[in-house]
């Protein structure tokens, strides 16, 4: 079944227009009629059974007919990355919807190869694989930020999960465990590694958890979803019950 | 410092031959010159310093001098994937090497979409990522195989973690950790998943161990990646005191 993410509110006989580009691959390359059926979500209203009611050259209307699925909100969960380069970004905005972080916040480090990133085009990337993981909501990409300022405005409530190349932290699993709690950031850092002084600065925060990643140097992305898996089943919605 | 795999045996005062790309690679991008130091491995006499002896316009001639590591061998973990798209074949054969598989082995299943791999292109892949990640081995890649056929002779001592799409199979991290063991191998279906009766199958095998990744689905290279990093976490060389 096909899953489009829409702008528009989704309530029972809603018209939705799909955007040009979802009207292209709906007509083209999926080849929908009039009469198909499909499923929608816009992050606010749940999943909804829509039809094709009018395929034009160029766009088509569907129409919401009935909710399949009510709204859910995952577990309260960032993702800090050092800014790396743009493939490794894209896999991790990706990665990001599959493992289910609520938010990916782009940080600007001493050994960060740039200092800025496409917004537009990671929240993209984040949607698609939310339209193909069957998430109803996805992470919101937020505009890099510098870590110091980052660690200056940090929320007094949310454990950070600090994941250190330098090897004497404990294993992630068992840190996250001793930590418990429910709102929680994971930090990543660049290619290169934190600065000495940027590591001390993160071990200073009364809320961090430094943890380790096993005995191999890992590329940013793996980094990235070793750390949201292994968050997920100790403390999120991969354990039995959730 | 540089890192490279090379095919020669390294022993004190041996002299080793870079390939042209890796000789090519050592003048014109690393710029390297007579005396330089770098790091040899080729996993099989560990990890040893080497001196650069000879430049020449195509060529150039490594002394190795001091054996930096002693030869590890990693977990017996096999990590058996379906086959699926290049590029994502092409990540997993990256991580495989980051997470410290010994073996990857592509498996044809009755949605796969292909028959066969690169398997040249794939060991390439596994053992540029082992230099980068610090390892003195990196995971063999083998030709692949039909399904019904890996099952058929499967080695009665080794554990099967199968992630199964289908749900009603308990959290990895739990059926890692009741099962205990070491010789271990992960099967991580093709997308689309496997078929029922191909499910039915696995299943039936005496040392299958049904695991779920979580309420979303996950596409083929998250799941291998999210799988490594659990059984690592939970039986391999991530614990405590490994």
């Keep these: 079944m096909i899953r489009l993410f829409v702008r528009d509110d989704l309530e029972a006989g809603m018209a939705v227009t799909p955007t040009r580009e979802q009207s292209h691959y709906l007509g083209h390359v999926m080849r929908v009629n009039v009469g198909d059926r499909l499923r929608l979500f816009n992050g606010r209203d749940g999943e909804w059974e829509a039809r094709v009611e009018t395929v034009g050259k160029r766009d088509m209307t569907l129409l919401a007919e009935m909710r399949t699925r009510t709204q859910t909100v995952g577990p309260d969960l960032d993702l800090l990355v050092a800014l790396v380069k743009r493939t490794r970004m894209d896999v991790i905005a990706e990665k990001a919807a599959e493992l289910g972080a609520r938010r990916l916040r782009p940080v600007i480090t001493e050994r960060s190869i740039a200092d800025r990133t496409n917004v537009e085009r990671l929240t993209a990337i984040a949607i698609e694989a939310a339209e193909q993981c069957l998430r ?35 294993p992630a699993a068992e840190a ?47 980094a990235a979803i070793s750390a949201l898996t292994l968050w997920q089943a100790t403390l999120g919605d991969w354990r039995s019950g959730e």
Excluded at 179 to 191: D, Q
């Design 136 to 170: 109803v909501e996805f992470p919101r990409v937020l505009e890099p930020e510098r870590l110091e300022r980052v660690l200056a405005n940090w929320d007094s409530g949310r454990r950070l999960m600090f994941c250190d190349e330098a090897g004497d932290a404990p």
């Design 176 to 222: 996250l465990a001793a930590a418990g709690g429910t709102s929680w950031a994971l930090l990543i850092g660049p290619e290169g590694g934190f600065t000495p002084a940027e590591r001390a600065r993160i071990r200073e925060m009364p809320n961090a958890v430094p943890v380790s990643l096993g005995p191999r140097i890992l590329r940013a992305d793996t």
